[in-house]
């Protein structure tokens, strides 16, 4: 069956400019997870959404951060004014229920000049 | 919050060698899981294993709860195993899972 799939594959923006990034998870997946890699280091948790609501957003790192998942399946992670330390890979992450195995997206390079 | 350290950071092999990869959980842990994580980027699930041993092919997983760590094992090595493999722990009601630093493994011809 299909996988979590993510949206767009890369993203080159200035910074201060808004961004987007979409994530599908796998269908009948209820938990859905962001994470954050930074080039040399292992994935670093954002936010964790079960059904619609943010059940656990401790890890988004500032107020520059958001996101959404109106209909309890697709998510977007929103960016405002973004800085060069944004630059990382984006990825996405669904389970069926929370606890159970994790299941990753392919990210999203986003790139600040 | 819970640390997750892993042994050795860098491993060369010769394809065709085994080898074991280290994850020590500073807490105990609800879900252990090992990624493999391609030169691509994909991360792939590898092994969900809380405690106990499972295997897949020439892989397998042992994780002692009671003594905070899991081991991945890796027989007879080819160059398609090359990447970084990762070991990502889960513990109470967070449901975040905190990953390791990982261990970038190398496979020669």
């Known amino acids: 069956g299909a996988g979590v799939s993510q949206t767009p594959s890369n993203k080159v923006t200035e910074k201060g400019k808004y961004v987007e990034l979409r994530c599908d998870p796998i269908?009948?997946?209820?938990?859905l997870y962001w994470y954050r890699q930074s080039l040399g280091q292992g994935p670093e948790f954002l936010i964790y959404f079960q059904g619609t609501g943010a059940a656990d957003d401790s890890g988004l790192p500032n107020d520059r951060f958001f996101a959404v998942r109106p209909e309890g399946s697709v998510s977007t992670l929103k960016i405002q004014r973004t800085e060069r330390g944004d630059s990382a890979v984006y990825l996405c992450?669904?389970?069926?229920?929370?606890?159970?195995?994790?299941?990753f997206g392919p990210g999203t390079r986003l790139t600040v000049t | 919050g819970i640390q997750v350290e892993q042994s050795p950071p860098d491993l060369i092999l010769q394809e065709g060698a085994n080898s074991t990869l280290r994850c020590n959980f500073s807490d105990s842990v609800n879900n252990l899981q090992w990624f493999h994580q391609n030169p691509w980027g994909q991360l792939i699930n590898l092994f969900y294993i809380p405690s106990g041993t499972k295997q897949n092919g020439r892989l397998s997983a042992t994780t002692v709860a009671t003594e905070r760590y899991s081991l991945l094992y890796i027989s007879s090595s080819q160059t398609t195993d090359s990447g970084v493999y990762f070991c990502a722990a889960l513990r109470g009601a967070t449901n975040k899972l905190i990953f390791g630093t990982g261990t970038l493994l190398a496979v020669q011809p």
């Open positions: 269908s009948g997946h209820t938990a």
């Open positions: 992450a669904s389970s069926f229920d929370r606890g159970s195995e994790q299941y």
